[in-house]
């Protein structure tokens, strides 16, 4: 057992699931939808981030990539999100661009998932 | 994905930047939770844009006061815990950081891709080092005053930061590595089609083995250049295809059997090597009566070879018995004992002998030897080996008639084989002339050039004969004499000799004036410095090849282009 492995592993579920929590609801009632989870998620997705980088396999690029992809969208959600706030006022747009940008994330994180569960199963250890 | 400095890096940036993240998400997350009290008194909660907002100019100390409101007691509490918690996150981060650029691991994979960085950007041949001693600084040196790069692989660190002092006029690559990992002579270039040559004078004879068994398999078309001192190392290098190995003591004896016999070869030879065409008084040995020679090593077996070879009577003295006996089997020429002995000395015959040589590998015993036989017989001659180069001046103070310094015959032998690949074949091809083809050949080079003829190497192509080129392409001929012509009056002939010509695979030793040229013919001249510029200018120049050729300058250029076909 590789203790990074159990680390990286450990946040990029976490990353999905918390991501999965805040996505889930109507997606134009934004009290559906808790800042919380979507904090929880923005910290969890970075910290996955973090464990993926330096790993020089062609697959361990390919979860790197998806866990930027997935960083990206749930930053922006949550800057769409305080600007809504703090600019432009809250519309349904804006509400609707926040969920929808959390669930660009959340299929990143699902790919994310589908990856490390596929190498996971290759090796024969 | 080759960069393996630049993981190296990401990787171990990994638990800080987790430090980092984590106590920001715990501090945010407190400022969030902690209810506030605004200006009319009502409660209220920090947005987490309010908190993300507070927490990184807290966190970076650049100070700022308290926002939207002023806080309460609970949220000043959990402000100050978040100060210290992300403040020491951010030393632990830059701790880190500064402890990464101090890493050895990562120092040496940094200078490792800077390494192939360079290796990837010559464009000129370039020759590879093995080992950065004595030998291979001076054969640096001199290459690099003539413009070839040469890499340096070296095991030793504080060399590396020795040669980066040097300061040659080319910069010299420097890989620190071990010549047993077969990798390091493939990051130095070895299969590129720009090196030229693998060079390893190493004085342990199982590495230079080694260096040379694998270059020849990374790259069966280099050239390899090794010191072999031990006759089965030679035997194994030659088996394995390597052209050049190097034994030292083969050289020393090979002219020590020049200078009895032959010493018209042993001018020449030196004369390639870049001395005057003349005989120094330390070169004129005795060439009668008896030698005794101190130390039967590898030097001294060597030595033994040339002057049986020579037919001159001979005695040996050695200290190690076992080595005695060796030689006892098939010789009886050989007293035991140290050669400084006086007993001994006189025993061996000092006082009639023509000339003693001080072989052993200690500088300090050859001198004391020489001094011994000096006392007993002043007028003999004396020939010391000098192991060290750093020994020069007790050498020259020592009033010795002949010093053999076997590393700059080394270096010599090797910068010849590398910048001067004709003038090597050259010494190959006259090596077993005899001494009165030698005699000859000085004096027609003195009758014709002088006291100090220079030497001129020089290939017809396009790059060294535009002119002599499109000539010979147009089916027409040109006979070698042609270039020794002069350019002032074409009737008079230069102060130049040919001394070799390479055709392909065929040698012509002294061709003759009257041999036509064809394109990629490689020739070396002795010859004057006008005479050199004079053949410069014959193979690039149209008009100058004109003259030469046909005896009539152009009077107008028009005609001259119509004339030439340009």
């Known amino acids: 057992m590789n203790l990074s492995n159990v680390i990286s592993g450990f946040f990029i579920i976490l990353a999905l699931t918390t991501n999965f929590g805040f996505f889930y609801g109507d997606p134009t009632v934004i009290d559906e939808h808790s800042r919380y989870e979507l904090f929880a998620a923005i910290i969890f997705n970075l910290i996955a981030t973090v464990y993926k980088l330096g790993d020089k396999t062609q697959i361990g690029a390919v979860l790197l990539a998806t866990s930027l992809v997935a960083d990206i969208q749930l930053i922006s959600s949550a800057s769409v999100w305080a600007f809504g706030e703090y600019v432009v006022g809250m519309n349904t747009e804006v509400v609707v661009a926040i969920i929808s940008l959390s669930g660009g994330a959340m299929i990143a994180n699902i790919v994310s998932v589908i990856l490390f569960t596929a190498e996971t199963i290759k090796s024969k250890r | ?566």
């Open chain 2, 1 to 566: 994905m080759d960069n393996t400095a630049l993981f190296l890096i990401i990787r171990r940036l990994r638990v800080p930047m987790f430090v980092l993240i984590t106590t920001f998400g715990i501090s945010i997350l407190g400022m969030v939770l902690i209810p506030g009290v605004d200006e009319q008194g009502r409660p209220y909660h920090l947005t987490f844009f309010d908190a993300f907002y507070f927490v990184t100019y807290t966190a970076s100390t650049i100070g700022f006061g308290e926002t939207p409101y002023s806080f309460t007691y609970p949220q000043r509490l959990w402000v100050s815990f978040s100060i210290y918690l992300s403040v020491i996150g951010w030393f632990y981060a830059i701790g880190a950081i500064v402890a990464l650029m101090q890493d050895k691991v990562l120092a040496s994979q940094i200078d490792l891709s800077k390494f192939k960085g360079k290796i990837h950007g010559i464009r000129e041949p370039f020759i590879i080092f093995v080992g950065y001693n004595l030998l291979a600084k001076s054969i640096i040196r001199k290459l690099s005053d003539e413009g070839i790069q040469s890499v340096v692989i070296e095991n030793d660190a504080m060399r590396i930061d020795e040669m980066v002092l040097a300061n040659y006029t080319l910069e010299i690559p420097a890989l620190h590595g071990d010549i047993n990992d077969p990798d390091v002579l493939r990051m130095a270039g070895v299969n590129k089609p720009l090196c030229q040559a693998v060079v390893s004078l190493s004085s342990d004879d199982a590495m230079n083995l080694h260096t040379a068994m694998a270059a020849k398999l990374l790259n069966p078309h280099v050239k390899v250049i090794v010191e072999a001192t031990y006759e089965e190392y030679a035997e194994n290098l030659n088996t394995i295809g390597i052209e050049i190995v190097e034994n030292p003591f083969k050289i020393v004896a090979k002219r020590l059997y020049m200078g009895l016999r032959a010493p018209s070869l042993l001018m020449l030879e030196q004369w390639i090597y870049g001395e005057p065409l003349q005989l120094h008084p330390r070169d004129m040995i005795p060439t009668e009566g008896k030698y005794i020679v101190c130390g039967y090593g590898r030097m001294g077996k060597a030595l033994r070879i040339a002057l049986k070879r020579a037919g001159i009577e001979y005695v040996f003295i050695e200290t190690n018995p076992k080595k005695v006996r060796q030689m006892r089997k098939d010789d009886v020429h050989i007293m035991v004992g140290e050669g400084q002995d006086k007993k001994l000395l006189l025993d061996a015959g000092v006082k009639e002998a023509s000339c003693i040589i001080a072989g052993m590998n200690d500088d300090f015993i050859n001198l004391s030897i020489v001094m011994a036989a000096k006392k007993l017989n002043p007028n003999i001659f004396t020939v010391a080996r000098q192991n060290n180069i750093h020994d020069d001046s007790v050498f020259k103070a020592a009033d010795i008639d002949r010093v053999t310094i076997v590393k700059n015959l080394l270096i010599n032998q090797t910068y010849i084989a590398i910048a001067r690949p004709l003038s090597e074949r050259f010494l190959q091809l006259i090596k077993n002339k005899g001494a009165e083809w030698g005699d000859g050949l000085i004096i027609t080079l003195k009758q014709i050039i002088g006291d100090n003829p220079d030497k001129l190497e020089t290939v017809v192509d396009e790059e060294h004969a535009y002119a002599l080129c499109r000539h010979l392409e147009k089916g027409e001929t040109a006979e070698l004499e042609i270039l020794l012509r002069s350019r002032k009056d074409h009737r008079y002939c230069n102060r130049a000799v040919a001394l070799y010509l390479r055709r392909g695979d065929e040698d012509f030793l002294l061709p003759d004036p009257g041999m036509p040229l064809q394109i990629g013919d490689q020739l070396l001249f002795a010859g004057d410095r006008e005479s050199f510029e004079d053949i410069a200018y014959s193979m690039e120049n149209l008009y100058e090849l004109q003259y030469v050729l046909e005896g009539k300058s152009c009077a107008t250029s028009v005609s001259c282009r119509l004339h030439t076909g340009r």
